[in-house]
């Protein structure tokens, strides 16, 4: 498949990035050379220099044999234009990241298809649907949903003394659950776990369940769900309007923000809502809008080092749950580590999304990519395929890669040793980034 990204900023790297591991024709346009040679660099792609929005650089860069044209500009009409002229050159699809939530409006979506954008893309509009997610279910620090809930993957931290903690991966294997432990993020490393393996305070666990057995999971990692009703927002720009439009009557919210203009737009487009004029980090402020019937905090400022910092003040004051929005990648381990709850990268969240469409477009296999080093996938198994030959114990696997559950005539299971793998199944492989090549022969 022939892909064309135009623009070498945060998103279009990281996009650059995944798909260079998935043996795709990719091309990268920017104006900026120094950011196309990092690039060239570090991954197995191309790049051209020059503006997107010019008709004889997308025909240098062969845009009419587009099999996918991404734009993700800082510009928005920038975006739109690049679409909109790859589209009229040939490309078979085209994606525009945007800034508009009015382009996201059913009565308005039609003038973009016009214009020549097949899809759009508005980043604060994912992290307001991760920060719902988040509130609803205080007690995880990641959830994704696989082929409609059948399959549920749970970041958790482990805190205190849960059962999970010391135990190792076989020993835990041999009691009677329903869990699948795919993953553990340790400091700043992801391992895909093997027996031998323990589980320690302070791991981040990814865990495979189906959704009846959610709630047992709770106890393993000693979790208390707490129900959010009252949330302070640091921050009245487009991703709170989003949020508090999204989650309508289920919380109260209370926003600070410093610009005097930003609580005004957020005052008439959600009247709902208490919004005050101040700086956040006032914590006499916190006192003046009821810090201690706080349920949740959100810190949605354009500084990461701010976010943090506030989340662990909020921490401090005795808030349930903190969520941060990090938008500089390199802090979101070292952010990860601390204790603010759950962090919101608006980045990650468009590259997974794109990347997502992208991998639709393949009846084989599904993805869902929401961290900064490991991936989710959903393979279905064709006749013949080598995994089908043998129970799973028998298959050799990749060290980097574990299946951790499978869907069968609609319904999930967990896949163990005993397992014996079926055409027609979907299979979950949970991986490190970069290293699902690998085991995509087994499927074929």
Same mark, same amino acid.
């Given at each position: 498949?022939?892909?064309?990204?135009?623009?070498?900023?945060d998103?279009?790297?990281?996009?650059?990035?995944?798909?260079s591991?998935e043996?795709?024709?990719?091309?990268?346009i920017?104006?900026?050379?120094?950011?196309?040679?990092?690039?060239?660099?570090?991954?197995?792609?191309?790049?051209?220099?020059?503006?997107?929005?010019?008709?004889?650089?997308?025909?240098?860069?062969?845009?009419?044999?587009?099999?996918?044209?991404?734009?993700?500009?800082p510009?928005?009409?920038?975006n739109?234009?690049?679409?909109?002229?790859?589209?009229?050159?040939?490309?078979?699809?085209?994606?525009?990241?945007?800034?508009?939530?009015?382009?996201?409006?059913?009565?308005?979506?039609?003038?973009?298809?016009?214009?020549?954008v097949?899809?759009?893309?508005?980043?604060?509009?994912?992290?307001?649907?991760?920060?719902?997610?988040?509130?609803?279910?205080?007690?995880?620090?990641?959830?994704?949903?696989?082929?409609?809930?059948?399959?549920?993957?749970?970041?958790?931290?482990?805190?205190?003394?849960?059962?999970?903690?010391?135990?190792?991966l076989?020993?835990?294997?041999s009691?009677n659950?329903?869990?699948?432990v795919?993953?553990?993020?340790?400091?700043?490393?992801?391992?895909?776990?093997?027996?031998?393996?323990?589980?320690?305070?302070n791991?981040?666990?990814?865990?495979?369940?189906?959704?009846?057995?959610?709630?047992?999971?709770?106890?393993?990692? #000693?979790?208390?769900?707490?129900?959010?009703?009252r949330?302070?927002?640091?921050?009245?720009? *487009? %991703?709170?309007r989003? =949020? $508090? !439009?999204?989650?309508?009557?289920?919380?109260?919210?209370?926003?600070?923000?410093?610009?005097?203009?930003?609580?005004?737009?957020?005052?008439?487009?959600?009247?709902?809502?208490s919004?005050?004029?101040?700086?956040?980090?006032?914590i006499?402020?916190?006192?003046?809008?009821?810090?201690?019937?706080?349920?949740?905090?959100?810190?949605?400022?354009?500084s990461?080092?701010?976010?943090?910092?506030?989340?662990?003040?909020?921490?401090?004051?005795?808030?349930?749950?903190?969520?941060?929005?990090?938008?500089?990648?390199?802090?979101?381990?070292?952010?990860? #580590?601390?204790?603010?709850?759950?962090?919101?990268?608006?980045?990650?969240?468009?590259?997974? *999304? %794109?990347?997502?469409? =992208? $991998? !639709?477009?393949?009846?084989?296999?599904?993805?869902c990519?929401?961290?900064?080093d490991?991936?989710?996938?959903?393979?279905?198994?064709?006749?013949?395929?080598?995994?089908?030959?043998?129970?799973?114990?028998?298959?050799?696997?990749?060290?980097?890669?574990?299946l951790?559950?499978?869907?069968?005539?609609?319904?999930?299971?967990?896949?163990?040793?005993?397992?014996?793998?079926?055409?027609?199944?979907?299979?979950?492989?949970?991986?490190?980034?970069?290293?699902?090549?690998?085991?995509?022969?087994?499927?074929?």
């Amino acid at each position: 498949m022939k892909i064309v990204i135009s623009g070498a900023g945060d998103v279009g790297s990281h996009l650059a990035r995944l798909l260079s591991h998935e043996d795709q024709d990719i091309l990268v346009i920017d104006p900026d050379a120094e950011k196309l040679e990092r690039l060239d660099a570090k991954y197995n792609l191309m790049t051209l220099t020059g503006n997107p929005t010019s008709f004889s650089t997308l025909r240098e860069a062969q845009a009419d044999q587009a099999d996918l044209f991404i734009a993700v500009m800082p510009s928005e009409s920038s975006n739109m234009l690049a679409c909109a002229m790859a589209k009229s050159l040939g490309a078979r699809r085209t994606v525009g990241r945007i800034e508009n939530y009015d382009y996201m409006q059913p009565m308005n979506r039609a003038f973009a298809t016009r214009m020549g954008v097949d899809q759009l893309i508005y980043p604060e509009d994912l992290a307001a649907e991760q920060i719902v997610t988040a509130l609803e279910r205080t007690w995880v620090r990641h959830w994704f949903e696989i082929h409609d809930g059948q399959i549920i993957v749970v970041g958790v931290r482990l805190h205190g003394n849960p059962p999970l903690v010391g135990m190792q991966l076989k020993e835990f294997a041999s009691t009677n659950h329903s869990f699948h432990v795919s993953a553990i993020k340790r400091h700043n490393d992801t391992i895909i776990p093997r027996g031998d393996d323990r589980m320690l305070e302070n791991d981040i666990l990814y865990i495979t369940t189906t959704r009846d057995h959610v709630a047992d999971l709770l106890a393993l990692t #000693g979790k208390t769900p707490t129900r959010v009703r009252r949330v302070l927002v640091m921050g009245a720009g *487009k %991703i709170a309007r989003r =949020l $508090i !439009d999204m989650a309508g009557d289920r919380f109260k919210f209370t926003v600070i923000d410093r610009d005097i203009d930003a609580c005004r737009r957020l005052s008439e487009r959600c009247p709902e809502a208490s919004v005050y004029h101040g700086d956040a980090r006032d914590i006499d402020l916190w006192s003046d809008v009821g810090i201690d019937d706080i349920d949740a905090f959100i810190a949605l400022t354009a500084s990461s080092e701010t976010n943090i910092l506030a989340c662990l003040t909020a921490k401090e004051e005795g808030v349930p749950k903190t969520i941060a929005e990090v938008e500089d990648i390199q802090f979101i381990n070292q952010a990860e #580590g601390l204790n603010i709850g759950s962090i919101i990268n608006k980045k990650l969240l468009a590259s997974s *999304k %794109i990347f997502q469409m =992208l $991998i !639709d477009s393949d009846d084989n296999n599904a993805r869902c990519l929401a961290l900064t080093d490991a991936e989710v996938a959903e393979f279905e198994v064709r006749p013949g395929a080598k995994i089908t030959k043998t129970p799973i114990k028998d298959v050799s696997i990749p060290r980097d890669i574990t299946l951790a559950g499978l869907i069968r005539d609609g319904h999930g299971m967990l896949v163990t040793g005993g397992t014996h793998v079926l055409p027609g199944d979907r299979v979950v492989v949970f991986c490190l980034a970069g290293t699902l090549h690998k085991v995509e022969k087994l499927f074929k």
